[in-house]
C-alpha cells in the first residue's frame, strides 16, 4: 500500500479524531500537523497520533496529499492565504466546518475550486479540544462531502473512499442543501438547548431550586448547552440566514402552543405530542447524527456500603472504560438510582450483559 501524507491546520476535537482514526485505519499514513497550541503538538506527537509537528504552515505540508483545514471558522480566512502559497495541484484541500457556504465563497475567490471539497463529519461532544478527539468518535458518523462545481469525479470518489476508511459513512450533499439540513438539526437545537438553559436560571429563585432538581430529562434536552460558545458563535454568525428563518418558524409554533394551552385545547396539544413521538420514533437508532448518541443506563443497587463500588470494580475488572457515573437525585421521569455512561454502544451492551444479575435492575433509556 502506497504511502499518504495527510496535513492537518488545526488539531482539535475533530481534527484530533480524523487524524486518530486515520492512524487506526490506515497504518501507512504519515500525519503532519500545525496547531497555534504547541501543548497539543507534543500530545499527539508523543501519543503517536501525528509523526510532525509544525510551528508554522510552510513548506512540510507542500506534498501532502490531503489537506484538512480544522482551524475555527474564523482562521480559516487566514490560514487560507497562506496554504495557497505551498499547496500541490494534487492535493485534495477540504474542512470540516458545520457550515459550508462562507467556505465555499472563500474558495472561489482563491481560485482553488478544482481541488476543494468541503467536508463536515456530523459527530461531535459536548466536550471539545484535542484532549476529547478519539477515533470512535467518527465510527457509523455520517460525514458530508460537498464538491464545487469544478471537483473531478475522480476526486470525490477518492475522498469518499477515505471517509470511509475512517469509518464514517459518506454523504454527498450540495453544500446549500447542507447549511440548511444542518441549521435545522444541529444549529438550532444548540440555540434552543442555551436559551432554555438560560431561561430556567433567570425565572430560578434566590434559594437556586430549579438548579437542584434539574435532572433527568431536563439535563438530556440540554446536554449539548455545555459545547464550545465560541464554535457556537461563529456557525451562528456565518450561518446566520438558515438558522434566522427555522428560528422564526420555531417562535411562530412556540406561539400557537402558547395559544393552546393558555385556551385548554386538549385534543391540539394530544396531536402535539402524539405527532412528534411517531416522528422522533421513525429515526434511525445509530450514532450518525451531529447530535451525538448518549450510551447510558440507569440501574438500582441496594442501600448498602459497597454496593456503588462493586458496580465501578465489575466494569473496572472487565476492562470497560467508564465515561460519568452519578446518582439519580430526581426519579421524577427516570427509574434507577444509579446512572452510568460509557464512550460507545459495544461498552454499553457488555456492561448491561455483566451486571444483568438478579442483584441488579437495569432500566434501559430511549433517547
Not at 394530544?270 to 411517531?278: N, P, V
Not at 473496572?316 to 460509557?342: C, D, S
Request: net charge negative.
Amino acid at each position: 500500500m502506497s504511502k499518504l501524507h495527510i496535513g492537518f491546520i488545526g488539531l482539535g476535537l475533530i481534527g484530533g479524531s480524523i487524524a486518530r482514526a486515520l492512524q487506526k485505519n490506515r497504518p501507512e499514513v504519515t500525519i503532519t500537523a500545525y496547531d497555534i497550541n504547541t501543548a497539543t503538538l507534543s500530545a499527539a506527537l508523543q501519543e503517536g497520533v501525528i509523526h510532525v509537528a509544525a510551528e508554522q504552515i510552510d513548506e512540510r505540508f507542500a506534498d501532502c496529499s490531503y489537506l484538512f483545514l480544522c482551524a475555527p471558522v474564523q482562521k480559516n480566512d487566514a490560514n487560507l492565504e497562506m496554504v495557497k502559497k505551498i499547496l500541490s495541484p494534487d492535493c485534495t484541500l477540504t474542512d470540516v466546518g458545520s457550515v459550508k457556504t462562507d467556505i465555499h465563497r472563500h474558495i472561489a475567490e482563491a481560485g482553488l475550486e478544482e481541488q476543494f471539497i468541503g467536508g463536515h463529519p456530523m459527530a461531535g461532544s459536548e466536550r471539545f479540544g484535542y484532549a476529547n478527539s478519539k477515533a470512535k468518535l467518527l465510527e457509523n458518523a455520517y460525514y458530508i462531502l460537498t464538491p464545487t462545481g469544478r471537483t473531478a469525479p475522480n476526486r470525490l470518489e477518492d475522498y469518499r473512499r477515505l471517509v470511509q476508511d475512517m469509518g464514517a459513512i459518506p454523504l454527498v450533499l450540495d453544500y446549500r442543501q447542507h447549511d440548511y439540513i444542518t441549521a435545522g438539526i444541529s444549529h438550532l437545537p444548540h440555540v434552543i438547548a442555551a436559551s432554555l438553559v438560560n431561561l430556567v436560571r433567570d425565572c430560578d429563585n434566590e434559594e437556586g431550586i430549579m438548579r437542584l432538581v434539574a435532572a433527568g430529562g431536563f439535563k438530556d434536552i440540554t446536554r449539548i448547552a455545555s459545547s464550545s460558545p465560541a464554535m457556537w458563535q461563529q456557525i451562528c454568525l456565518t450561518n446566520t440566514e438558515n438558522i434566522s428563518a427555522l428560528l422564526g418558524s420555531y417562535i411562530d409554533s412556540l406561539s400557537r402552543i402558547k395559544e393552546q394551552i393558555d385556551h385548554r385545547q386538549g385534543d391540539a396539544l394530544y396531536q402535539l405530542f402524539d405527532s412528534a413521538r411517531i416522528y422522533r420514533d421513525s429515526f434511525i437508532n445509530a450514532s450518525s447524527g451531529p447530535i451525538k448518541r448518549v450510551y447510558s443506563f440507569n440501574i438500582d443497587i441496594d442501600d448498602r456500603p459497597g454496593m456503588l463500588a462493586q458496580v465501578a470494580t465489575t466494569l473496572a475488572f472487565n476492562q470497560i472504560n467508564i465515561k460519568n457515573i452519578g446518582i439519580v437525585h430526581n426519579r421524577e421521569f427516570e427509574e434507577g438510582v444509579l446512572r452510568i455512561e460509557f464512550y460507545d454502544e459495544a461498552s454499553q451492551e457488555a456492561a448491561k450483559q455483566l451486571l444483568s444479575t438478579p442483584q441488579f435492575v437495569i432500566h434501559e433509556k430511549k433517547l
